[in-house]
């Protein structure tokens, strides 16, 4: 069984950094591609961003492209978000999700919520102004 675990939630100022780690254990698989998708209290959950395992390859929503970047350690099984010039809009909850045999894409970014089943716990980020 696969499990996600998401931690680097906390509280920053307007403009401030974040990195949050999903880590993914028990994984029997190689190709896979692994997203970041928030919901910020009242709102729906959307995505933010994805990437592949194997080509690497990356998406990101509209509204974090330039400030969030996705990385991953493959030997780690762990994958990243870097989140640069942090808004009070970026206040949510953040989860990670996974999807074998899948590439990174537009629509598993803005779709993925529909139809992806192995999500983490997800951590809290609060951007105060």
């Known amino acids: 069984e696969v499990l996600l675990v998401e931690s680097g939630g906390g509280l920053v100022q307007a403009g401030g950094s974040l990195r949050l780690s999903c880590a993914a254990f028990?994984?029997?698989?190689?190709?896979?591609?692994i997203g970041w998708f928030r919901q910020a209290p009242g709102k729906e959950r959307e995505g933010v961003s994805c990437?592949?395992?194997?080509?690497?390859?990356?998406y990101y929503a509209a509204y974090v492209k330039g400030r969030f970047t996705i990385s991953s350690d493959n030997d780690k099984n762990t994958e990243y978000l870097q989140m640069n010039s942090l808004k009070t809009e970026d206040t949510a909850v953040y989860y990670c999700?996974?999807?074998?045999?899948?590439?990174?894409?537009?629509?598993?970014?803005?779709?993925?919520?529909?139809?992806?089943?192995?999500w983490g716990q997800g951590t809290l980020v609060t951007v105060s102004s």
């Open positions: 028990g994984l029997t698989f190689d190709d896979y591609a």
């Open positions: 990437i592949s395992s194997t080509y690497g390859s990356t």
């Open positions: 999700a996974l999807d074998e045999n899948t590439l990174c894409s537009s629509s598993y970014v803005l779709h993925g919520d529909s139809y992806l089943e192995l």
